[in-house]
């Protein structure tokens, strides 16, 4: 009998109904349930084939726990060797790379030294930093947020220089990102499951947590929502995410990408809605099994996305984009893709 188990904290509504749906398909040879740990020795398997992480990015033992379990057969979702190493200005820079439009962005370093360190430790750092070219690239209005952030923590919305500067000075150790605002007509938050599977929802991430959802701003362009498909697959496949999300800033016509780094994303009921629920937990359910069923003790189990994979064979980035876009086959639409069509939007091609 091959295990999926699922890795999760404080949440309920989206890990209970995955464990119930997996085991209502009553799959031969596959059951689900909540991840157990009892104690980790070195090179000793957890006994799952899959485990679904919802939480070891804010639990260090459980990520350390993940990667030993990984390198031991266990197909975890997401890769925690390489969600380890990511963040989310490499992200942008990688996005550039391969073609997908993101927002001008420059690196900021912490206001305090971090600890353990002192001025000398930044003997390289160029002071004061070239501030007005930085202002110049990204302009004003801005958005200040932590360069390996989640969960809109820590983000400000900055109108001046002087604003920025006050409101720098209280983020201690953060390293910051100062990117440019992009004022859209549009905006889209997109699950990708499985590097294939997605779900495209109108997203205003200007409303509460429990109203971004609940807007009706839905486009009628096949061509704009074919992009964004294109641009969310391309983007979870070179990243090697097997459980993302991905926001879009529609600026005049152009979908932007903002923010593309969430292995762990919201998947609650309350603030998702019960159609998109029902679909992240229907599409979650059928990959894990289809994980389940491809996992073979004694090997590596795990997602390398095509940046890793381009690298350590020493293909360069565009060549190996533009192979694959010549031989992959024509996507099937959201609507086809999309077994609970969400009420508003429905997505038609």
């Known amino acids: 009998m091959k295990k999926i188990g699922i890795l999760f904290g404080q949440e309920r509504s989206f890990p209970e ?153 209280g983020t201690e150790q953060l390293v910051m990102l100062l990117q440019e605002e992009i004022i859209f007509e549009q905006y889209y938050r997109c699950y990708c499951i499985g590097g294939k599977h997605v779900r495209i929802m109108s997203y205003d991430p200007r409303n509460p947590h429990h109203l971004r959802y609940a807007v009706d701003s839905f486009t009628t362009s096949s061509a704009l929502l074919k992009t964004i498909e294109e641009y969310v697959i391309k983007l979870c496949t070179y990243l090697g995410y097997d459980f993302n999300t991905v926001e879009f800033a529609v600026r005049d016509g152009i979908p932007i990408a903002i923010d593309f780094c969430n292995p762990a994303p919201d998947a609650d009921i309350k603030s998702v809605g019960e159609e998109n629920f029902e679909w992240v937990v229907e599409t979650t359910a059928n990959y894990a099994i289809e994980r389940a069923q491809a996992q073979k003790d004694g090997q590596d189990n795990l997602t390398w996305g095509e940046y890793i994979k381009s690298s350590v064979a020493g293909k360069p980035l565009i060549a190996k984009s533009a192979s694959k876009t010549t031989k992959k086959p024509a996507a099937k639409s959201v609507a086809e893709k999309t077994t609970a069509k969400p009420k508003k939007p429905t997505v038609k091609k």
């Open 17 to 169: 109904a995955v464990i119930e749906r997996i085991n209502q398909k009553a799959v031969k040879g596959i059951t689900a349930e909540a991840v157990k740990i009892d104690k980790i020795f070195q090179n000793v398997p957890l006994g799952y084939a899959v485990i679904i992480d919802r939480i070891s990015q804010d639990v260090p033992f459980y990520r350390a726990s993940l990667k030993n379990a990984a390198i031991t057969g266990t197909a975890v979702i997401n890769n925690p060797f390489w969600w380890s190493a990511d963040e989310k200005f490499f992200n942008n820079v990688l996005a550039e790379q391969i073609g997908v439009p993101v927002p001008k962005t420059a690196l900021i370093p912490s206001r305090q030294h971090p600890t353990g360190t002192t001025g000398d430790s930044f003997s390289n750092l160029t002071m004061p930093l070239d501030w007005d070219a930085i202002f110049n690239y990204v302009g004003f209005p801005a958005y200040m947020k932590p360069f390996d952030g989640g969960g809109w923590r820590d983000v400000y919305k900055l109108h001046d220089k002087e604003d920025f500067f006050n409101k720098h000075a």
